[in-house]
């Protein structure tokens, strides 16, 4: 075997070493290989999504939404999966939203870009507040990726700027994100 064989071989055992790495997560996330697919169901052109139905008696709720601002030619919509508490609730797929009744009392939310590309699964967005009963809260993870090209033909390069913004919405802004966004269904995959 030359020299030639030998770089390719561990250059590919490094390669495979490096994809079943598992992202580290925080707490409040759930476990990495709990993947989602998603389902956006939008309300007919030109209508606003259907309001969300109140939490239960004596629980709160947690809308989180997923808002998606891209320029460029940019060819996909990023999936969201969002954990509390140490497991995963559910996912968002491009502009959407679903929402969890949760009891009362302090809850950790987490946000995390679900992708193989490592750079995006690292991404995570984190926060903590106490639920109070017949409360409604608006959780966003707002993902940009903008791409930018440079030059034309065969010595053209591409890159894409990429973020992640998780935060916490005031009631206004949040009930207008809800009438804004898909409803997104998720179930777990593994």
Known sequence: MNSRHVVW?????????LQGRATVLPDSCGKDEVKFSVKAKGAPEGQPNAAIAPPEAGKAQIVFIEATETSG???STPTMRFGMDGEWVGANRGDSRFAVDVTPGVHHVCANWQSGEEEEARRVGL??????AGKVYYYEAKV???AHQYGFGPNSSREVDKDLVFGQ???????????ASAVAASKPSK
């Open 9 to 17: 071989l561990l250059s590919a055992s490094l390669g495979l070493a």
């Open 73 to 75: 030619l940019i060819l």
């Open 127 to 132: 926060d903590s507040f106490t639920a109070e």
């Open 144 to 146: 940009t990726m903008i």
């Open 169 to 179: 919405l005031s009631d206004d802004e949040g009930k207008y994100r809800v009438k």
